[in-house]
């Protein structure tokens, strides 16, 4: 039997049809479902937040992220990446402690690296000693090693100056420091785009991201009468082991700063940064940056 050919083109041009249609419809449904995929913003207790892909620097997440608010001992990134700028910086070079750290720690009730007065420590120990107890002694010993004058009030001053030059480099306009530690005379703030920002430039350091990721450390210094203690430290950060694939930053806390965390994690390739500032606990500012962390993975 014989079929026109205007038969065949009619049955083809009808296939045609529905085969486009059908796709159509089977990409607006996939539209629809990747659509329904995407994560929902999460709500924070903390006041302040902000998420970014540390590669892409690209913004995942904010909350009031540009609004200036106290940083407690967040500040002390700031501390630890002044120190490891330093040219011709030997992190093997030793510190004596002085009665001005340990008296500065009992007269603000500060948190503490429990130093010996007399005892010698290495600029690497202070290191850990600053950011993983989170101790004030510390970041003092740092101040006064790497400030410039011939008086402790001087040098201290000078560090603090860099701590600020080096927000100015980075391009911060909502950051400013007036302590080497968090505890301030009122104008030591920045805000959780600024830290986070700091934070990362921070971890580009290989020194600065051995120290933040350790959970426990025991470090042998030197005493006053030429032998030796351990001292061991227990970092402050409840993430490190319990979040997979966290890597720091570091936690903050004080009376007006209430609870502060900046936060970072790698997963499959992709690390994500960020800070929340002023979560009514320590509870709530993990909590905070989980929430945070889980979306800004999802994005």
């Known amino acids: 039997m014989k079929i026109g050919l205007k038969n065949i083109n009619r049955a083809s041009a009808a296939a045609t049809v529905a085969l486009t249609a059908g796709a159509v419809l089977a990409g607006s449904a996939f539209a629809s479902t990747a659509q329904a995929a995407a994560p929902p913003t999460p709500t924070i207790t903390a006041k302040g937040g902000f998420v970014m892909n540390s590669g892409t620097a690209k913004t ?30 030997n992190l093997d070079s030793k510190v004596t402690i002085q009665k001005a750290y340990s008296d500065y720690i009992v007269n603000n009730t500060a948190s503490s690296a429990r130093l010996i007065v007399g005892d010698k420590v290495t600029v690497r120990q202070l290191l850990y000693g600053l950011m993983l107890p989170s101790g004030c002694d510390a970041a003092y010993a740092l ?47 920045s805000t959780p785009r600024d830290l986070t920002k700091i934070a990362g430039s921070a971890m580009k350091n290989s ?24 001292m061991s430290w227990s970092n402050s950060n409840a993430m490190l082991g319990s979040y997979t694939g966290m890597i720091g930053v570091k ?20 690390t994500v940064i960020g800070t929340v500032l002023t979560s009514t606990s320590a509870t709530t500012r993990t909590a905070d940056a989980k929430k945070l962390l889980d979306y800004g993975f999802k994005k």
Not at 150 to 169: E, P
Not at 251 to 270: H, Q, W
């Open 60 to 89: 995942l997440y904010g909350k009031t992220a540009d609004t200036r608010r106290p940083t407690g001992s967040t500040t002390k990134i700031m501390t630890a990446k002044v120190v490891l700028a330093q040219k011709n910086l």
């Open 143 to 189: 101040a006064d090693k790497f400030g410039s004058g011939t008086t402790r009030a001087a040098r201290v001053k000078s560090f603090i100056g860099k701590m600020n030059a080096s927000a100015t480099s980075l391009g911060l306009k909502n950051t400013h420091f007036d302590s080497f530690d968090g505890i301030g005379s009122g104008s030591n703030y």
């Open 207 to 230: 020194t600065f991201r051995a120290i933040v990721k350790t959970k426990s450390t025991k470090q042998k210094v030197t005493t006053k009468s030429g032998g030796y203690r351990y």
């Open 251 to 270: 936690t903050g806390s004080g009376p007006s700063a209430k609870y502060c965390l900046v936060f970072a994690a790698t997963r499959n390739g992709k």
